[in-house]
């Protein structure tokens, strides 16, 4: 992806965003936008014929004060006052169009960006430029997306309000409007530069503000507390997070007290325009050129002109922030890699379980030079049990991970019933099978969709949730628990429990299997489970999966025994393979293992 690297973005893009959130809207929402350009119509209206209904009445009121005459003294005061309330009512339409859209802008912005990164090319959250482009849009996009569809709107309110002021004063004084606008230009410089500030500190900083966040995870979650706070690294936690705030913040407040005194000087500048329509203006009337409603009409329309520029530029810097971040949000959503299929991908059809081959796989995680795997070579049988055992580091877990093709070998083939996997659809090869990695899912719902997420296509079924949990050891624990199948797993909700370590994982597990699919691919799955319900799920998956095939990944020799296969790997080598018997027979590594662990348990 392209570096986006201190940039301000050009006037084709802005008009190309502002178009692009406007047509959002109408996709989103077209009454509301109707309804908010009706509004900003009528205050328009409204406001300008308040104007000329006042300087109407002041006039009057003059003349009245000398020769003592009412004639139209009332008639332009309830003119006003109606234009006045017309005013009030366009306002109020608009800003309730505009929090409509709002809201309406969260939702769309939320999903969209989520989902997009459902869609992300795993690789990509370990591409430092990737995961800088996501950390910047995620910290404010909620809102800022919708400011910027606020201020988009304001801008549109401005321009309309600026054109129909400007008409009607131009028939007057041509020259005004030039003049004010003129001396505004620099404070929308200064402005705009002032904005791009942040993003630029942001590109620069990017590693800082990812370390921040993943400290400020730790803190805001229990978990995180309990080490926290008990190896006494609070102090030093919070001190490291306030260095990257420093590291952040101080090169935005040198960058900022730099720019001062040219928004100091824009700021004197800006008022000079007026000053000088207003100088103008005045010796005309003293001189007796225009009349008095019209120095009061001038007058009155010189100040909403004011008003309207001032809110133009006003708003056009106050979209820049927003902008930098929808920039950054469309280009995320348009450039980032995304899991793809090859265009000629055949859906992969199997009734029965399928066979696995690693032909000659080689593989390098991205920015490594040294292969994790060079040439390796496996064949899973359908419905074979097959166990993957070595020391940590040895491949494990990137072996599944190549499987589930958030990888791709560098070269060699995984093939899926002797087609390449590279060449399916992934959607039907996920289908196929059932995860449980290392690292699981801890979900913040109630137990029932724990587990029956495993298959959220699906319409929710009692009999295979009750079985999967039978599998799982989770059976009694929903016994346990006073609400049930309702039990939110988390006790920070008032019908929540704070499952243990190993009860969570008999849930993640039971999750595994009631997806029911063909290949059962269980990384460390009992890891934290006790020793009994750890003979319990074993004796489940080899009894019961029969015709299926499992991948299981484990350190403990008691449930790798049973496999019908058992695969040592050693720095990414497979090294051997054979029945637990076999290779205890032979001598090698697994035996030493095997022995090792077992020497722990004898008195
Ligand atoms: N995303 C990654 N980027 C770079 N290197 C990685 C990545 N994930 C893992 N590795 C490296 O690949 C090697 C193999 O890791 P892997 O997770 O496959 O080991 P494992 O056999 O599952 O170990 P364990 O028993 O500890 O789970 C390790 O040296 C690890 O540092
Ligand atoms: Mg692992």
Do not use: C
């Amino acid at each position: 992806m392209e570096e986006t690297k201190n940039k301000s973005i050009g006037f084709k893009r802005r008009i190309n965003l502002s178009v692009k959130m406007l047509k959002q809207a109408w996709r989103l929402r077209k009454r509301s936008l109707i309804t908010f350009f009706v509004g900003a119509f009528l205050e328009t209206g409204g406001s300008i014929s308040a104007i000329y209904a006042s300087a109407q009445l002041s006039a009057l009121l003059a003349k009245f004060a000398t020769t003592g005459s009412t004639v139209g003294i009332w008639y332009w005061f309830w003119v006003l006052l109606i234009t006045g309330l017309l005013t009030g009512l366009g306002f109020l339409t608009m800003s309730y169009a505009k929090r409509e859209l709002y809201f309406v802008f969260v939702r769309w912005s939320t999903n969209t960006f989520l989902k997009a990164l459902t869609e992300i090319d795993l690789p990509g959250f370990y591409d430092d430029t990737i995961r800088n482009q996501i950390n910047k849009v995620a910290g404010s996009y909620t809102w800022q997306m919708s400011n910027l569809s606020e201020a988009n709107l304001d801008l549109m309110y401005g321009l309309i309000r600026f054109v129909a002021i400007t008409a009607v004063v131009s028939q007057i004084t041509w020259w005004i409007v030039p003049l004010i606008a003129i001396f505004l230009v620099p404070t929308l410089i200064s402005d705009s530069k002032v904005a791009n500030l942040q993003w630029f500190v942001w590109d620069q900083k990017g590693d800082e503000r990812h370390t921040f966040w993943g400290l400020e995870y730790i803190i805001r979650h229990s978990k995180g507390q309990m080490e926290l706070r008990s190896s006494q690294a609070a102090k030093y936690v919070l001190n490291k997070i306030d260095t990257m705030n420093r590291i952040f913040y101080s090169e935005q407040e040198h960058r900022y007290k730099k720019a001062r005194p040219m928004l100091i000087g824009s700021q004197v500048l800006e008022n000079i325009g007026p000053a000088i329509a207003g100088i103008v203006v005045l010796k005309q009337f003293l001189t007796k050129a225009i009349s008095l409603e019209k120095y009061f009409f001038i007058t009155g329309a010189l100040i909403r002109i004011g008003g309207a520029l001032n809110n133009i530029f006003g708003t056009v810097t106050r979209m820049q922030e927003p902008l930098l971040l929808a920039d950054s949000y469309f280009k995320l959503l348009d450039e980032i890699p995304k899991v793809t299929d090859s265009p000629e991908a055949l859906t992969l059809v199997a009734k029965t379980t399928p066979k696995i081959k690693f032909e000659n796989v080689s593989f390098t995680y991205p920015h490594q030079t040294d292969p994790i795997f060079t040439n390796l070579n496996l064949e899973i049988l359908p419905g074979e049990h097959v166990a993957l055992v070595g020391e940590n580091g040895a491949g494990k877990s990137t072996l599944i991970k190549l499987l589930l093709r958030f990888y791709r070998p560098d070269s060699g083939r995984i093939l899926i019933n002797d087609q390449d996997l590279n060449e399916l659809t992934i959607e039907s090869w996920y289908s196929q099978i059932a995860t449980l990695f290392q690292s699981f899912n801890e979900y913040p719902l109630p137990i029932s969709e724990n587990i029956e997420i495993g298959r959220s296509d699906q319409k929710s079924n009692k009999k295979q949730l009750e079985q999967a949990a039978e599998f799982g050891g989770v059976d009694e624990l929903v016994k346990q628990y006073k609400h049930g199948w309702e039990t939110v797993l988390d006790s920070s909700f008032k019908k929540g429990v704070e499952p243990s370590g190993g009860q969570w994982q008999r849930v993640a597990l039971a999750r595994a299997f009631y997806r029911r699919a063909n290949v059962l691919i269980l990384d460390e799955p009992t890891s934290a489970i006790d020793a009994r319900a750890e003979y319990n799920i074993f004796n489940n998956i080899f009894d019961h999966y029969k015709n299926k095939s499992a991948i299981i990944v484990s350190h403990r020799f008691s449930t790798v025994r049973r496999a019908d296969r058992i695969v040592v790997l050693d720095e990414g080598k497979i090294v051997e393979q054979g029945s637990h018997q076999a290779l205890m027979k032979k001598g090698g590594l697994y035996h030493e293992l095997f022995t090792k662990q077992a020497e722990g348990y004898r008195d």
